[in-house]
Structure formats: C-alpha cells, structure tokens
C-alpha cells in the first residue's frame, strides 16, 4: 500500500472511529435520569422500600414500552437512612456522576436544603416524601412538587366532609410537637371557622408519646364530634382511641396520609374499627371502579403494595408525563421547562391511581378522598367521593 493511501486509509478510519464515538455518546445521553434519596434503612424504611419499588416499577413499565420520544429512563437511587446529611451527600454524588433531569427527595429538610441547588442549577425538578405546606410555594420552590396535597389541604379535605356529614361539628386537632406536626394547624383553624366548624380542642404531644392520660382528660371535657390526629405515623394514637372508648366518648377519630397505610392503621388491631382518614390515592386491593394502572401494578406484584409504592409510582408517572411534553415541543429539559410542562396537565389520567383526573395549578395535586378501616376486611374502604379543592 502506498504512503497515500495509507494516509487515506488512517483518515477514514480516525473519522469512522470518531463517527462512532458519536454515536455512542450520542446514544448514552438519550436517556431521562431519576435520581433519588430514598430512606430505605432506618425508622422510614418502611415507606422508603415502597417508594423505592414504585419508582422501579414505573421505570421498567415506559421502558419496555419504548421509552419516551425516544429516550429511555434511568433510575439512580442511593440510600438516605431519612437522614439529611446523608441526603445531600447523595445528591451530590447522584449529580455528580450523572446528568440529572428528576429527582425524588426524602424529607421536608432534605427539600429545604437542597432548594438553593436546584433554583441555581435550573436542570433538575423534584418531588419527594413530603407533603410540607410550606413546598406548596412556586415563588421560593419553583422547581418542585407535592405528588398530592399537602397537610394544611389534607386537613381542608377532611374538614369538607366533616362539614358536608354533620353541619356545625365541633372539632380536635391532635398534632405532635414537631414542625411536621404543627404544620397544617394554624390554617386549618380558619379553615374550620369558614366551614362553620368549631375547633374545641387542641392538645399537642410528643410524636410518639404513650401516656396521653392528660390530653384524654382534656378531650372528655371537650367532647368533639371529631378529632384529626396530624404528625404522627401510629403512636400514640391507638393509646388515645383506647381510652377513649373505655371512657365512653364517640368522637370519630381521623388521620392524614403518614398514618393511613393500611398496613399501619391495621397496627391499631380492635382500636382501627372505623378510624377514617384522608387518601390522595386508591389502595392497592381497590377495585371500586376501573384502574387500569393498578391492575398493571397487581399483575406485576400479586402481593399488596403499600401507599408509599403507589406514592413512588405515581411520581415517576408525573415525571415522566413532563419529560414527554418537554421533548415533544423541542425543548430541552431544564427545570423551568419540565415545571411547565407539568403545570399544562389540565384533567390528567393517572390510570386510576387517583379516583379523578387531575389539574396541577401550583405545587400540589389537592385531591384526596375520605377512607374507614373495616378491620372484619382489614381494609380501607371508601366513605366519601373525591374531594377536589379549587
């Protein structure tokens, strides 16, 4: 061969090789990246194993379909312990090693803490494990969301339907000494008031205190119709309907979404009969009216699958919904541009996950609808229709 046309030769080979480094560069940046701080050890294991699952689950449902516009996704998770520090640093590694488009957060700290990050970077938008009114914010936390309402409209569904059952009830609110569990109150007294409801207690308690002699003695006193416990997972709430009854008081007690498991309000074994709540989403074992998504998640896990799974689930549907309109305009996927395109839903299916189509105005969906445990079926069964808050 001769010096020229191994000249020739080398060209085409360095620009065929180049061609193909292309390619595969190419090829590895059409993918959508969730990240994750997902607490699947320590006291939030329980919800961060769900969650953890919800996300995978989803992620391989899009994928083996074909992805989105021709990008698939990728699911980069790291455990948190539900521990701040432990968070951020796994959200600096995550970003780090990885071109980030979503990401799911553990905690209302974690969100706080790391909104300067997202709100300088513009890339990424996330959601996560709380439902913090405070998130519920465009203007401070532009790029992020609430996959359901947050507290302060929990407790606004509740009050609805406490109103809509028994006009001009007296109410309790029993919260635990936490930023979580203070953080609906205030607001929802006015709310309250609004619907011509009276609030005739409120005892606040450490968040998992046994003895609640004295707030119980304080509850007979003021004899309320109904009583909403807030800030707590399980204790000491089956402490405060034991003694309750045992003193002869009817108050119909009431949780919000951390306590509303079925798995959870079952703990409370005899005590759990009747106890009601509020749930953004249908249960696992709920067949009351078609979902397509669930009976895809049944089929995939013919065991139950706790509220926190559907939680992870339905985020990584949001997520995905925002990268598909972000893509189908042409635009890049920057934060300002994913938030968009997830606040255009406008009457959205979640395939059943959620009773109603939805509408995302701000940071939140507020859509919940009003369960009561039946402990003979041991589970949550619908007392209300869903309650969308305008």
Do not use: C
Request: hydrophobic share 40%; no cysteine; glycine share 8%.
């Amino acid at each position: 061969m001769s010096t020229k046309r191994i000249k020739h030769w080398l060209k085409g080979s360095l620009v065929a090789a180049l061609l193909g480094s292309a390619i595969v560069v190419q090829a590895a940046e059409k993918e959508i990246v969730i990240g994750g701080s997902i607490p699947m050890s320590g006291v939030f294991a329980f919800a961060g194993i769900g969650i953890h699952a919800g996300i995978q689950d989803y992620v391989k449902i899009i994928n083996d379909a074909g992805g989105v516009e021709g990008y698939k996704l990728r699911y980069v998770p790291e455990d948190s312990g539900y521990k701040v520090d432990v968070s951020v640093a796994a959200f600096k590694k995550i970003t780090g090693q990885n071109d980030v488009n979503f990401y799911y957060g553990d905690s209302t700290g974690f969100s706080k803490t790391i909104n300067e990050e997202l709100n300088r970077s513009n890339s990424i938008l996330m959601s996560g494990a709380s439902f913090a009114t405070e998130l519920n914010d465009p203007a401070k936390f532009p790029y992020q969301f609430i996959p359901g309402p947050d507290y302060t409209e929990m407790f606004g569904i509740m009050l609805r339907h406490i109103a809509n059952e028994k006009p001009g009830a007296k109410v309790a609110f029993i919260y635990s000494d936490t930023e979580f569990g203070r953080d609906p109150i205030q607001a929802s007294k006015k709310t309250a008031e609004e619907l011509g409801l009276t609030v005739s207690a409120e005892l606040m308690t450490p968040p998992a205190s046994v003895d609640v002699s004295t707030e119980i003695a304080k509850l007979r006193r003021a004899r309320p119709d109904f009583a909403i416990f807030h800030g707590y997972i399980l204790g000491p709430i089956p402490e405060f309907i034991g003694q309750a009854r045992k003193m002869g008081l009817d108050t119909q007690f009431m949780g919000t979404f951390w306590t509303m498991d079925n798995s959870t309000v079952m703990q409370m074994k005899d005590v759990a009969d009747g106890f009601m709540g509020v749930m953004p989403y249908r249960y696992y074992y709920d067949e009351s009216s078609p979902a397509p998504m669930l009976e895809k998640i049944r089929e995939m896990r013919p065991d139950y699958q706790n509220i926190p799974y559907i939680q992870g689930f339905l985020s990584a549907m949001l997520y995905t919904e925002a990268a598909k309109r972000t893509l189908a305009e042409g635009k890049p996927m920057t934060a300002d541009n994913l938030k968009a395109a997830l606040n255009s839903l406008e009457n959205f299916d979640t395939g059943g996950l959620i009773g109603v189509p939805v509408t995302i105005r701000g940071n939140s969906i507020p859509v919940g609808r009003i369960y009561r445990a039946d402990v003979s079926k041991e589970q949550m069964v619908p007392v209300s229709d869903w309650i969308v808050l305008e």
